[in-house]
Nanobody, 124 residues
Framework: QVQLVESGGGLVQAGASLRLSCTPSGLTFSSYTMGWFRQAPGKEREFVARINLSGSATTYADAVKGRFTISRDNGKNTLSLQMNSLKPEDTAVYSC?????????????????WGQGTQVTVSS
């Protein structure tokens, strides 16, 4: 079956960096648009970033633009999210998601498969 496993979360101070990884299995990675979403306590899940099949095009939420970078390595079946200049408001559970072909956009309903998430906590 399809599994997406995130790693790399943790507790850091404001201004620090973290790199999240997502390792999928059970699917042809290069056939899926990949995205990162996050959900803070008491809030709805929100879009963070997405990357197209080849990795040539990316989209970011305004809140993370210029600080976060999404990337993928289709040869290694790995999705990454480099997070720099972290802020307390970035605290959330971060999940990766896979959308078939070009279906994955900025809405969570566009994605078919989801990981369990990894906690990112940024202290002030």
């Amino acid at each position: 079956q399809v599994q997406l496993v995130e790693s790399g979360g943790g507790l850091v101070q404001a201004g620090a960096s973290l790199r999240l990884s997502c390792t999928p299995s059970g699917l042809t990675f290069s056939s899926y648009t990949m995205g990162w979403f996050r959900q803070a306590p008491g809030k709805e899940r929100e879009f963070v970033a997405r990357i197209n099949l080849s990795g040539s095009a990316t989209t970011y939420a305004d809140a993370v633009k210029g600080r976060f970078t999404i990337s993928r390595d289709n040869g290694k079946n790995t999705l990454s999210l480099q997070m720099n200049s972290l802020k307390p408001e970035d605290t959330a559970v971060y999940s990766c998601a896979a959308g078939w072909r070009s279906s994955g956009g900025t809405y969570d309903w566009e994605y078919t498969y989801w990981g369990q998430g990894t906690q990112v906590t940024v202290s002030s």
